[in-house]
């Protein structure tokens, strides 16, 4: 299981280690590179050209305000791309959003929240899991903790109120 994690500055690090976080601890051998479509694109090509060689199973970016990066990369792989809309000091992320989202038919970046980083690598795992199965397995396991958490509350709350 790889994947490579592409930020678009190094100012974005605090957003994206979330999602690198949660790779690792289900075993993914993640790469890891701060690199602007704006102001690195050739060391930016060269690196999408590695994952495109290399095994790599998808590409996580994150980029803020006209955050050309992951429509760039998309365009240089047919590997998922998924891309993270990170909140910059103005507008609050939706120029990132907006920049990530309205991709050209052919080309598609599949983008989450703003500042979603942990969804990003839950959806990295769930799209991994079609290829690993052992993976889908601690995918299920873990979703089935999530619902116990959830109704272990639901019944702290029920009774705080009786
Ligand atoms: C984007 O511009 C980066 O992804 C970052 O979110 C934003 C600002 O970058 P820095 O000026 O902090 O390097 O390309």
């Not at 760039?72 to 939706?94: C, F, R």
């Amino acid at each position: 299981m790889k994947a490579a994690v592409i930020m678009g500055s190094t100012s974005d690090e605090a957003k994206v280690e979330k999602g690198i976080a949660i790779l690792k601890e289900y075993g993914v051998d993640v790469e890891v590179r701060a690199l602007s479509a704006h102001r690195a694109h050739r060391a930016l090509s060269e690196f999408v050209e590695e994952c495109n060689n290399n095994g790599t199973d998808v590409i996580l970016t994150a980029a803020g305000m006209a955050a050309a990066l992951p429509g760039v990369v998309a365009s240089m792989t047919v590997l998922p791309v998924i891309g993270i809309p990170i909140k910059g000091a103005s507008l609050d992320g939706m120029d990132a959003l907006l920049s990530i989202v309205q991709m050209p038919s052919g080309i598609p970046v599949a983008t989450v929240a703003i500042d979603g980083a942990k969804n990003a690598a839950w959806l990295a795992l769930e799209i991994m899991a079609i290829k690993y199965p052992e993976l889908s397995e601690k995918l299920k396991n873990n979703r089935q903790a999530m619902e116990k958490a959830c109704l272990d509350t639901n019944n702290e709350i029920s009774e705080k109120y009786r």
